[in-house]
């Protein structure tokens, strides 16, 4: 796209990515006020989160395929509104039931926008250019996913906690208009293709399955439940896999996987956003209830996340040009880790200023590893399987929040003496397990032309 028109669609695909992101976090801090209010527990009320990240691992492979038959625009558009309404109906809620309800119903218009956001940045952005889209891309994904607490603080000073959901509204109108205006049709479509529906079903319960797998620990389910999940979830998965590498188009991407560094990368992400999920679900816990904090308070506390990830993001863009991104992304996960240590080995009585060091080394870490691993999937994988990167990509990020929200409320249940200090210290067990992975990479080379993508002075 031609400049300006390429600054107003990048503009419409960061406010769009930022509430959808922003939204798996922003109710963490009031979840322990959403409990008391809605009159639940404190594991149930962990739904909140679960539902909406459900919701999107579970159609989001889908959601990119139909962009890719048809087109990109389209279902980022339909995706921004249907957000905008469930928004809505989240801010209205008055029970659990309808809570969760509607944010089942978000995630899917999240799941939505997220499919396709990086493929449409793949259409915006000439190929020497490229790596600016995905920078900024990369940045605010990783600077919403930290910031919920934050901003959520920010509107729990003023207003109760319907309104971290209301706010919603306004930014995803304008959204929503800049969409129609500027967001470009794709150049090529999939004309003869057809939307596999039985890869959708199997998709659908194959993640579903493998979730409430973790959930069936979490709230005690029998052991025969337990079984007859896990043994659907080998059954149905094994067949859906089967599938899918017979077809020239795969819905879940096994063509990708089977580009190492591409693999590599995925698996990294997963594991790294595990651990940070992990963190951000069981702070405000540890922050309100072991601690004394209030809510707005915690979001305040937990403000260095966010700022130093936007300090180190733009950083790391930079460092990429001279050092592998396997290695760099090995090193800000390994800092991640031990910021991730420090806060699970508090004192017990810790000051404000010892609570908010720690949570900037882990900005840090994490701003220096999410830059280069995101833009390392994207420009590993053929232009033409852009929609099938971008919705791996999403896939890999909501499978390891999804994960790390079900591991914390598995925590209250099964450590409920100090559930939150282990939930940290398991967070680190993952950092330093994505650090290893992502140093698997170091040997791996990407062609020139992917090296160009990904080392622009302007990442």
Same mark, same amino acid.
């Given at each position: 796209?031609?400049?300006?028109?390429?600054?107003?669609?990048?503009?419409?695909?960061?406010?769009?990515?930022?509430?959808?992101?922003?939204?798996?976090?922003?109710?963490?801090?009031?979840?322990?006020?959403?409990?008391?209010?809605?009159?639940?527990?404190?594991?149930?009320?962990?739904?909140?989160?679960?539902?909406?990240?459900?919701?999107i691992t579970v159609s989001l492979l889908s959601l990119s395929s139909i962009g890719e038959i048809w087109g990109y625009r389209r279902v980022y558009t339909w995706g921004l509104l249907l957000f905008v309404f469930t928004s809505l109906g989240c801010a209205l809620s008055d029970s659990m039931l309808t809570l969760t309800t509607a944010r089942t119903l978000q995630g899917f218009g999240a799941a939505a926008i997220t499919s396709v956001n990086t493929a449409l940045i793949r259409i915006i952005y000439p190929a020497r250019s490229l790596s600016t889209g995905?920078?900024?891309?990369?940045?605010?994904?990783?600077?919403?996913?930290?910031?919920?607490p934050t901003i959520a603080a920010g509107i729990l000073s003023v207003a109760n906690w319907p309104w971290l959901f209301a706010v919603n509204i306004p930014v995803g109108l304008i959204a929503l208009f800049l969409s129609y205006k500027y967001l470009p049709d794709n150049p090529i479509k999939a004309v003869n293709r057809k939307f596999d529906i039985p890869s959708a079903i199997m998709n659908v319960f194959t993640f579903g399955l493998f979730i409430a797998l973790i959930e069936g620990f979490t709230h005690k389910w029998g052991a025969t439940l337990i079984i007859c999940v896990f043994i659907g979830f080998l059954v149905i998965g094994f067949v859906y896999i089967r599938r899918e590498l017979k077809l020239k188009n795969p819905m879940f991407p096994?063509?990708?996987?089977?580009?190492?560094?591409?693999?590599?990368?995925?698996?990294?992400?997963?594991?790294?956003?595990?651990?940070?999920?992990?963190?951000?679900?069981? !702070?405000?816990? &540890?922050?309100?209830? %072991?601690?004394?904090?209030?809510?707005?308070?915690?979001? @305040? *506390? $937990?403000?260095p996340w966010p700022l130093t990830t936007m300090i180190f993001a733009p950083v790391a863009g930079a460092l990429v040009k001279r050092i592998n991104p396997g290695l760099l992304g090995g090193i800000g996960l390994t800092i991640f880790a031990f910021g991730l240590l420090l806060l699970g080995l508090m004192p017990a009585r810790p000051t404000d200023i010892d609570i908010i060091w720690r949570l900037a080394v882990c900005g840090c870490g994490f701003g220096l590893f999410q830059t280069p691993n995101n833009s390392t999937i994207i420009a590993s994988a053929p232009p033409t399987?852009?929609?099938?990167?971008?919705?791996?990509?999403?896939?890999?990020?909501?499978?390891?929040?999804?994960?790390?929200?079900? !591991?914390?409320? &598995?925590?209250?249940? %099964?450590?409920?003496?100090?559930?939150?200090?282990?939930? @940290? *210290? $398991?967070?680190?067990?993952?950092?330093?397990?994505?650090?290893?992975?992502?140093?698997?990479?170091?040997?791996?080379h990407l062609t020139p032309t992917e090296k160009n993508t990904i080392s622009e002075d302007t990442l």
């Open positions: 796209m031609p400049v300006p028109g390429r600054y107003w669609a990048i503009l419409a695909i960061g406010l769009g990515i930022m509430v959808a992101v922003l939204d798996g976090s922003i109710a963490n801090v009031a979840l322990p006020t959403i409990a008391s209010d809605l009159h639940t527990s404190s594991s149930k009320s962990i739904w909140v989160v679960n539902a909406y990240q459900l919701a995905m920078g900024i891309n990369a940045l605010v994904v990783a600077v919403s996913a930290a910031a919920g096994v063509d990708l996987l089977r580009i190492p560094i591409f693999r590599l990368s995925i698996a990294t992400s997963i594991i790294s956003f595990m651990a940070q999920m992990l963190a951000l679900v069981s !702070l405000p816990f &540890l922050l309100q209830r %072991a601690l004394g904090r209030d809510a707005v308070t915690t979001g @305040l *506390l $937990l403000t399987r852009s929609g099938g990167a971008s919705g791996m990509l999403g896939t890999a990020r909501l499978l390891g929040q999804t994960t790390g929200a079900a !591991l914390v409320a &598995l925590m209250f249940e %099964a450590v409920p003496g100090n559930p939150t200090r282990y939930a @940290l *210290l $398991l967070a680190c067990v993952m950092a330093f397990a994505g650090a290893f992975v992502s140093m698997l990479r170091v040997h791996l």
